[in-house]
């Protein structure tokens, strides 16, 4: 199972990157080997498939699938943690412009992510949503961690239910500063706030 989201979570986080991109070559932006060659991955897209992968576990080896997401939920937040360094280093995810000059990151490298994407934005300070990103799922880990060792028999569901809450959270307010446009709008909300949302009732 691990072997099998390791990989299918890699999967549909390309495949769903790359069907957001499909505008672009749609239009002509970009070439097909341009479009084929761009590593991209987007987080919503594993952890679908992700969960498509534990469901079908679930079914064929008779476990309860709350039993596989407590154990599952341990490894997201490092997994993303790791991503969102990723995200860092090759100058994705970023913020929007920051109204404190003398806070955010700026970036003046060509082929960086976000200036291949907004030149405009050369040398301009963006909040670091990547740095918040990975603090947080670094403290995210812990809470479960802590939960574990504190509560020697934890109730089914438990890990799950606070990831859920905790993670949605974390989305929801993050998405507020995130720079990346166009931004999905519904009733004043981006899309990722209302998944992140769903997460957080569910």
Not at 27 to 34: I, M
Not at 154 to 172: D, E
Request: charged share 10%.
């Amino acid at each position: 199972m691990v072997i099998s989201i390791g990989f299918s979570i890699t999967f549909g986080s390309y495949l769903i990157s790359r069907l957001l991109d499909l505008p672009r070559i749609i239009t002509g932006k970009v070439t097909f080997f341009e479009y084929i060659k761009v590593l991209g991955f987007v987080f919503w897209g594993g952890l679908l498939i992700g969960s498509i992968i534990t469901i079908l576990f679930s079914y064929q080896f008779n476990i309860p699938l709350i039993h596989l997401t407590d154990a599952i939920v341990l490894g997201i937040p490092i997994g993303q943690l790791w991503g969102r360094i990723g995200c860092l280093n090759y100058v994705y995810c970023h913020g929007r412009k920051s109204k404190k000059s003398s806070w955010g990151i700026s970036y003046s490298h060509p082929n960086s992510k976000v200036l291949r994407t907004y030149p405009k934005l050369d040398g301009i300070k963006l909040y670091p949503t990547q740095v918040y990103s990975i603090i947080s799922n670094f403290i995210i880990y812990l809470i479960l961690c802590l939960l574990i060792l504190i509560i020697k028999t934890p109730f089914p569901g438990l890990l799950t239910a606070v990831f859920l809450v905790l993670f949605g959270m974390k989305r929801f307010l993050i998405e507020f500063i995130r720079g990346e446009f166009p931004r999905t709008n519904i009733m004043g909300f981006t899309i990722w706030q209302w998944f992140a949302f769903c997460l957080f009732l569910l």
